[in-house]
């Protein structure tokens, strides 16, 4: 290890620490904004509950439980929110590594974890009412009233999941895009790819159950495909 080589991770760690920072600062503005709005953020959270078992209330059994919900709306406001601001400092800790001709990406690049982020986000909104059907109507005769703060963990995981999971075409693309895989290994791995996403879905869904576990493998199956195309048609002209 030469002289230099320490300095340089010292480096690295020192820019590191401070996109760190930013990012906290950001998630921590973003959440202050998502509390202001706390009463239609909860409103909102709460619909597919509403929607799903309309004959059922949240309760609250613990004396801290609705503050403890309140710091979750905050903290996922706060991701959700600042994503864009998140993303731009992951990327910019990379950025220094890549060639003038990668460094193209970055808008593009950035632009499009953010709009896939979000999507995830608003898709699993979406897919939650169907799923709380699915897991509240097992057993008919069984009352449905839920804890809030175990409602809220869980709605809140499940939107996280699927917008994280979301994310995943941008990171195939850039692979593609540095010549780490080709269109004709994406077409060879159709296979494995249902295989891997379908696992994956397993793991990150909060629920485990087949309906929610076939509601996310189907749109990211679909990304897959599309990723391949968008491979095969832009990066080799």
């Not at 959440?31 to 709460?46: N, P």
């Amino acid at each position: 290890m030469t002289a230099d080589q320490p300095q340089t991770i010292l480096t690295h760690l020192e820019e590191l620490r401070w996109r760190l920072v930013k990012i906290l600062v950001a998630v921590i503005v973003a959440g202050g904004v998502a509390l202001i709005f706390a009463d239609q953020i909860s409103e909102l959270l709460e619909g597919p509950f509403n929607t799903a078992a309309p004959n059922s209330q949240l309760q609250a059994l613990a004396v801290g439980e609705q503050w403890g919900v309140l710091m979750r709306i905050g903290l996922f406001g706060g991701i959700i929110i600042g994503s864009p601001v998140v993303l731009y400092q992951i990327w910019a800790f990379v950025t220094p590594a890549l060639t003038s001709n990668e460094r193209k990406w970055a808008i593009p690049i950035v632009g499009s974890l953010v709009i896939l982020f979000i999507g995830g986000v608003v898709f699993g909104y979406w897919a939650l009412p169907r799923g709380l059907e699915f897991l509240l109507d097992i057993f008919p005769g069984v009352e449905t009233d839920l804890q809030i703060g175990q409602y809220y963990s869980f709605t809140l995981r499940f939107l996280l999941a699927f917008g994280l999971a979301f994310l995943y075409p941008v990171f195939l693309f850039a692979a593609a895009a540095a010549h780490v895989i080709t269109s004709d290994q994406l077409a060879r791995g159709r296979r494995w790819a249902v295989v891997i996403i379908v696992i994956a879905a397993a793991l990150i869904t909060p629920s485990g159950d087949a309906f929610t576990l076939l509601i996310l493998s189907v749109p990211l199956y679909l990304m897959y495909e599309l990723t391949y195309w968008l491979v095969r048609l832009t990066l080799k002209r």
